[in-house]
C-alpha cells in the first residue's frame, strides 16, 4: 500500500478508500444443515479440498463503492500519471 490509488471506475478518488482484508476460514459443513461440523487448519485439509489461493485484501472506493484488487487502483494511478 505504498504506492498512489486513483478509482478506476469513478477516476476522481486518489484518497478514500476501504482496505478489506480477506481471512479465509476452511470449514466443513454438514450438507442437510449448512451448519459447520468442523473448522479446519491448512495443514488438515483432504485431497479435494482447495486452500485458499486469493488475494489477502482488497480496495473499496471511498467514493463511487467499486471494490476492486489494489493491482487496479495503482495501475490506474500511474496510467493518469503517465498521462501528464
Known sequence: MASPYLCPNC????MRFN???QLPRSVRLDP????VVAELAADQLDPFHQPYQGETYRVQCGVCGVIERE???IKMAQHMQNQR
Open 32 to 35: 442437510q444443515t449448512g451448519e
Open 71 to 73: 493491482e487496479s487502483f
Open 11 to 14: 477516476k476522481t478518488n486518489r
Open 19 to 21: 482496505i478489506i482484508e
